[in-house]
């Protein structure tokens, strides 16, 4: 909402001292938030002044126009009293006539310094002014197009303009809430700027109307619910061609409407000046009685926007006789529009139900200043007086005369009552306010209050829909005490429990990936089956089941993942693109698996049952917390200490096992096959549980040579996808602290030949399980393929180390040991110990 | 003095020429483990030699002149390799000292005595200088192997980068420990999230003009009623619906609006939701709570004002602004110039708070005759980006590694 402070200050009698920053922040503290301070015309500067025209030569140019070289009296303006030479590009004008003149030393809006200079063959010494060039409505000093020519007796050759034109005003720009419609008007923001300096209030709406007569223009009101207000007056012998007045045209600008003609102006002014939105008709084109009614499935309409319109039978509409003529409270049709010709203009002004106006706006995607404030909720009291303002604005600038009758259809809605225990506000705001600052306060607001000192019945103004509950009433207290008495007092909770097991879960887990060199991204969740097709995840995949969003920002994006993986590779990708040599990334954050179950929509009077919120629960889509890891280049730099490193397939298994072992998991990879991973080189994690359960955590991997060339990433880029939550999940509550052995360690080394095909691991469980309690670690050092091991084979060497909690291990215990391990290896996998 | 490269690392190598560590693939484990564990040290033989008899070593000059010349080979000796040949040559069996000593056994017992303690005393100095000499080369030797070993310890050693963690996640964490210091406990809840939850338990029915000032992603098809949460209050509804007051919680978590994305804006951003539910709660404890918030956040002495508004969950609702932490509030820097992380205006926006619509306590189970609260809920992202002078929004989201790892693991 654009307030011009002249405006403000015409209805409440401001202290002349109040400046538009005090004025602006004192309103705010009410609630009206500054959005901005507009000043138009404060960046034009003189010398600016009234001229009069004394030659115009028309002089045609080879470029097809004709320019006017004048001379043009300024009085003394310009220091010399001799007439002034400036070269005009406009026509309206004729000698004689009085002007806007800039001179040279001013400026007009756009920092355009005016300076004599020559062109066109003269030495042109300022500009006659436009509209345009002064920042003023088109049509402003009735010349639609061209120069400002000024009324005859507007004043002599060289008095200042700024003094004639008005030009210069302050205009504050509110953020109005949904709950403050009333300030989406002039009446409404006086009143609160009333309410802020203690100041004098003329109410625009405070006017005499005419009475109810029934000879007005028939109307019916089918459905009075959602139009419990309809006034109709007409207005006979109008003008069509009669200007909008400057001082209207300029408000309209300034408050951010556009000026179009006198009718329409004056609705928007009226509306701008009272809040509430009027609809004209074209009298001569509306055959026989208004009608306002729901619409029926099927009809259509063409409102004056030119859109053919399917309506709902939720829809108000008003008809004629012709059918349907207008979207009640929203737009009205074409047929009945105002035009050039109207003579006879039809002023509604009718009160609409709120709900029905947001659904109509919504559904027809129309958004308008009338129905904003339709939809909000306007003054269902005022419509006698905002059409009588119209009716009275219509005649006196457009001629014509009000047609005698007047239509009222229905009665306003009786006030709200609300009752507030008298120390609600107190209790609520901490503050100490008594009941009567309360009743003060609440009338100043525009409430009836009654009722004791306990309990204060409470009539709310009808202005504002807004307030229905005790609450509402505090606020409004509390806002003008100031929320700025509101003390500040630290609470005291019960004693708190801390941080979850897995809020400190995944503390853990950004800090071990982290100091593993791994860097944190967050990417959108946002995907499409381009994206998975590029990571060529086969369509009955179950990463195709994404939850796809009805309205999403992007066509190639319409769905939320349910891989992180698109946005991670994405982010390593731009790293890359950036020339970063290595990436080594993490990111964590849930996806999504749609679900086919619809969410209830429940009643608000109460809590729901637990079955309704299970139900309700249980029809979110599945959204697992994942984590992703990325490693490609180089993943140790190259240096003065020798060759750098590339990540690969290794580096990914062992951050994934790095981090189980950081959170106590036991977890196995085993050879696996899935898009986007290399079928070669894909380790799936398997989490096994105490009562050997395996449950697949996800995978881990060289990504397939396709997928690294599509998305434009190192060779060899390596990735994995777990399922954070059952990773977390399986995290032991307590570490146990361990009992180890310090006495020596008896170390045995085996190379075991097996098939290629074995997986080493398989190798490893055995060899674990064989070695007996005895074992203290295992680890496999080395694959060897090449000479000396027969083509298909493959050998492992295992580094094993035995020790006694309670002795030195006798000669030849840990070579038993070596050997039964290495007996059920041969047994499970048919390895063979090399000699 | 001009320095390259190639001459600021004394010592007997040039640093470029060392090794890289690297261990020759392939190579066959299986022939090496065949020496493993196997091995002994070769052990001398008994030494059977048998050395003829004379009497004329253990004369007093030739004891002597033996002695000496044993100490002057030991003076003599520069180095420890020297020093250990001086002591075989002068110590070990085959010294004239050492046969000296085994033919004392051949004197007559009256001569063995002063035979045997001359050539002891002989030893005993000759071991003694050893000793010394050799305590005076090691010192030595370490010395220069000190020097000798010297490196360039300025050169870069950026083996591999460090990691970091998103500031997203760090200033999520460091605003939970704020709240849980106080007692305070962290809540979460779905991104994907109930219509109902999002909007109707919180006083924003379907006809609600403020929904329209949420820009919702809503799910397909609409009528599974499921929408990509609009902010963490429905996190609160959760809270209320599973919890009995005392509750005293906050939120933090990522939130969607169909906000184009640019500098300031993204369809993905993320909030911290508080609410505290309790017997007597006021507005003054929510200014009391937000004041230690702000303090915590952005230093002593920073506090924060209420301006009226409008949510509708909340009633009476605020916005919060934060009292400027660079300017202190005096709208101006240092340099007397405007400040520009307020803009001049001594306050920055922060969040919106308010007094807990009763409505939204009896949708969600809270008796409202017995229990008031409030709730507060600010953008993390906006608040990160005026903490620490970040100018574009799509930083967060990028993923360029330079951004999060210049914020380390802690915030
Ligand atoms: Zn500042």
Request: aromatic residues 6%; hydrophobic residues 40%.
């Amino acid at each position: 909402m654009k307030a011009p402070v002249s405006w403000i200050r015409e209805h409440v009698d401001l202290p002349a001292d109040v400046t538009t920053e005090e004025l602006a922040r004192r309103l705010t503290d009410l609630g009206l938030k500054l959005e901005a301070i507009e000043r138009p015309g404060h960046d034009i500067t003189g010398p600016l002044v009234v001229g009069r025209v004394l030659t115009k030569s028309p002089e045609p140019q080879k470029n097809g126009k004709t320019i006017n070289w004048c001379t043009v009296d300024v009085g003394d303006a310009n220091g010399t009293g001799e007439p002034q030479g400036i070269v005009c590009g406009a026509h309206n004008f004729e000698p004689g006539d009085l002007v806007v003149v800039v001179l040279p030393g001013g400026v007009l809006p756009g920092d355009f310094a005016i300076s004599a200079r020559t062109t066109y063959g003269h030495l042109s010494a300022g500009m006659i002014c436009s509209a345009a060039e002064l920042g003023l409505p088109a049509g402003f000093g009735g010349a639609s197009d061209g120069i400002i020519v000024l009324p005859p007796d507007a004043g002599a050759p060289g008095d200042d303009a700024f003094a004639l034109l008005p030009l210069r005003d302050e205009v504050i720009e509110f953020e109005i809430n949904p709950d403050r419609a009333y300030a989406l008007s002039l009446r409404g923001v006086a009143r609160e700027a009333a309410l802020a300096f203690d100041a004098p209030y003329a109410d625009p709406v405070d006017r005499p109307v005419p009475a109810a007569d029934g000879e007005g223009h028939p109307v019916v009101v089918d459905d009075p619910d959602g139009c419990p207000v309809f006034v109709a007056r007409t207005v006979s012998g109008f003008d069509p061609t009669a200007p909008t007045p400057d001082w209207m045209a300029r408000r309209i600008q300034l408050a951010g409407m556009r000026p179009i003609s006198l009718a329409v102006d004056v609705t928007n002014y009226v509306m701008l000046e009272t809040g509430r939105p009027i609809h004209g008709y074209d009298a001569d084109k509306v055959t026989g009685a208004l009608r306002v009614r729901r619409a029926t499935a099927g009809e259509r309409l063409t409102t004056l926007d030119g859109t053919d319109r399917a309506l709902s039978p939720e829809d108000l509409v008003v008809t004629d006789d012709s059918g349907i003529i207008g979207l009640g409270g929203v737009m009205g049709g074409e047929t009945t529009e105002m035009s050039s010709t109207t003579t006879r203009v039809l002023v509604e002004a009718a009160h609409w139900d709120a709900v029905s106006m947001f659904r109509t706006g919504r559904r027809h995607k129309i958004t308008s200043e009338a129905g904003k404030r339709n939809e909000r909720g306007v003054d269902p009291t005022i419509c006698e007086a905002a059409a009588d303002r119209v009716v009275e604005l219509l005649v006196a600038h457009g001629g014509g005369t009000a047609d005698a009758g007047v239509t009222v259809v229905g009665t306003p809605p009786a006030p709200a009552k609300v009752t507030v225990a008298a120390d609600l506000p107190a209790r609520v705001s901490g503050i100490d306010i008594d009941a009567a600052t309360t009743r003060r306060h609440l009338a100043a607001v525009g409430c009836g209050v009654g009722g004791d000192d306990a309990a204060l019945d409470v009539v709310v103004p009808p202005w504002r829909p807004d307030l229905t509950d005790p609450f509402d009433m505090v606020e409004e207290v509390v806002r003008i005490v100031g929320y700025g008495a509101v003390p500040s007092v630290l609470p005291t909770p019960t004693a708190g429990r801390g941080l979850t097991r897995e809020q400190r879960l995944r503390r853990r887990v950004g800090r071990a990936l982290a100091g593993a060199g791994l860097v944190e991204v967050v990417s959108f969740p946002f995907t499409g089956e381009a994206a998975l097709d590029a990571l060529e995840v086969p369509a009955d995949d179950e990463r195709r089941r994404t939850v796809r969003l009805a309205n999403p920002l992007s066509t190639e994006e319409p769905s939320y993942t349910t891989t992180l993986l698109t946005g991670t590779l994405a982010a390593a990708a731009r790293n890359t693109g950036r020339g970063m040599p290595g990436i080594a990334l993490f990111e964590t954050g849930t996806v999504a698996f749609a679900s086919d179950v619809a969410a209830p929509l429940l009643g608000v009077d109460r809590r729901p049952t637990d079955d309704e919120l299970a139900a309700l629960l249980g029809a979110l889509p599945r959204q697992p917390l994942h984590l992703a890891v990325v490693l490609g280049g180089q993943r140790d730099n190259p240096g003065w200490w020798g060759a750098g490193r590339d990540a690969d397939w290794v580096d990914v298994v062992g951050v994934v096992r790095d981090l189980a072992g950081e959170l106590g998991v036991e977890v196995q990879v085993e050879n696996d096959q899935l898009a986007p991973w290399h079928p070669g080189r894909c380790a799936k994690v398997v989490l096994v549980g105490v009562d050997g359960t395996r449950t697949t955590l996800g995978h881990a991997g060289e990504l397939h040579p396709r997928v690294v060339a599509r998305l434009g990433l190192p060779a060899r880029t390596s990735a994995a996808e777990l399922d954070l939550d059952l990773l977390l999940a399986a995290v032991p509550d307590a570490v146990r602290g361990p009992v180890f052995s310090t006495y020596p360690v008896a170390k045995e080394d085996v190379a075991l030949l097996v098939d290629a095909a074995v997986p080493a691991g398989d190798v490893e469980a055995a060899l674990r399980e064989g070695a007996g309690a005895l074992l203290e670690s295992l680890r496999l050092f080395d694959v060897y393929t090449g000479a000396g091991v027969p083509e298909g084979s493959k050998s492992l060497a295992f580094a094993l180390r035995f020790r006694a909690l309670d002795r030195t291990l006798a000669e030849g215990e840990a070579a038993a040991a070596r050997d039964a391990a290495v007996a059920l290896a041969t047994a499970r996998t048919g390895a063979a110990l090399r000699g | 003095m001009r320095r390259t490269h190639n001459r600021f690392a004394p010592g007997p190598r040039h640093f470029l020429d060392w090794p890289a560590a690297r261990r020759p693939r392939p190579r066959d484990h299986g022939a090496l483990l065949l020496f493993d564990h196997r091995g002994k040290a070769p052990m001398s033989g008994p030494n059977n030699e048998f050395d003829p008899v004379e009497v004329t070593p253990l004369k007093a000059e030739e004891v002597e002149a033996m002695t000496e010349a044993a100490l002057a080979a030991v003076a003599a000796a520069t180095d420890l390799d020297a020093l250990k040949q001086v002591r075989i040559e002068h110590t070990g069996d085959r010294s004239p000292l050492a046969l000296a000593n085994r033919e004392i056994g051949a004197l007559p017992p009256q001569a063995r005595k002063d035979a045997g303690q001359r050539v002891g005393k002989a030893r005993g100095a000759v071991n003694q200088a050893l000793a010394a000499r050799q305590a005076v080369l090691e010192a030595e030797h370490e010395e220069r192997m000190l020097v000798e070993e010297t490196v360039d310890v300025t050169v870069a050693v950026d083996r591999r980068p460090r990691g970091a963690r998103h500031p997203l996640t760090t200033g999520a964490e460091r605003i939970a420990d704020v709240f849980v210091a106080m007692g305070w406990e962290i809540a979460e809840g779905p991104v994907l999230e109930a219509e109902w939850l999002n909007f109707d338990a919180l006083n924003l029915g379907p006809d609600h003009p403020a929904r329209t000032m949420q820009d919702t992603f809503w799910t397909d098809p609409a009528e599974n009623h499921v929408v990509l949460r609009t902010h963490t209050s429905p996190v609160q509804a959760r809270t209320m619906l599973t919890r009995t007051p005392p509750i005293y919680v906050a939120c933090p978590g990522r939130v969607f609006r169909t906000d184009e994305y640019d500098a300031t804006h993204s369809p993905m951003f993320h909030q911290v939701e508080g609410i505290a539910i309790d017997e007597g709660i006021t507005m003054a404890h929510l200014k009391g709570t937000l004041d230690h918030f702000a303090a915590a956040m952005f230093g002593e002495g920073i506090s924060t004002r209420f301006r009226p508004s409008f949510f509708p969950f909340t009633e009476p609702s605020a916005e919060v602004d934060l009292v400027c932490f660079v300017c202190r509030g005096t709208a101006v820097d240092a340099d007397g110039a405007t400040c520009r992380t307020c803009r001049g205006e001594g306050w920055i926006e922060w969040g919106g708070c308010g007094v807990m619509n009763p409505r939204v306590l009896v949708a969600c189970g809270v008796d409202p005759e017995r229990y008031t609260g409030f709730a507060f809920g600010m953008g993390i992202d906006r608040t990160l980006m005026f903490r620490h002078g970040v100018e574009d929004l799509r930083a967060f989201f990028e993923g360029d590694v330079r951004f999060a790892t210049a914020f380390g693991t802690e915030i």
